[in-house]
């Protein structure tokens, strides 16, 4: 397995957890997949999660259910449990979708927004930008950053809608960090984003952050699409 001992790392620290364990070992799991541990298209070894989480299998295969259900794992008949792998088609689709709910949790949460959150706000857009060149690190406190944006609209469905699907865009974010990041260091989205949440201005916000996941997603899009075009070419050169 790619990455076995930082992904026995993750499931020994969740085992010390007091939730309940098809809940803890979802979670272990669910970091291992946004973190690109464990990558799209892995095999997910039952014995190897309930060994070292000290559980039987029984929660692992709940635990797999519940990221099933979020669409970060596949079962197969006899075959056991795989990282999703999304095509070029549903990646596209997927960041349309965030884009529309994402746009409207801004919008919904403006008017809500206190002068500390706004402060908290320019905190964690100042953090990102002197760590801008750690690709994990950059990558989580983008989300940090998006989901402080959007939690004081108060609207929890919305919310956890949110939370799956960029949880489900982020491993890819990763497989294409570079030029996400060379995108984030030339792009002044971010600080204009904020500029219309400073103003208040609920529309405009919304407007934004709509057309910075559609941005986001046409550079994920061509390096990905780069990214396989290479791997083809190699294939056919070694044949």
Known sequence: M????????????????????DTLTASALREAIIKGILAPGQEIDEELVARNLNISRMPVRQAIGILEAEGLVKRRHRKGAIVTELTIAEIEELYNIRSCLEGLAVKKAVPNYTEEHIESLRDCLETMNVRSDAAVSYLELNNKFHMMLYEPCEWDYLLNLIIQHRNNAARYMLLAHEALMRRARRSVKHQSILKACERRDAEKASEMVHQHIIDAMETLLTSLTSQQTKQTTVAEEEK
């Open 2 to 21: 790619a990455d076995q001992p930082e992904f026995e790392t993750i499931l020994k620290s969740a085992s010390q957890s007091i939730l309940r364990a």
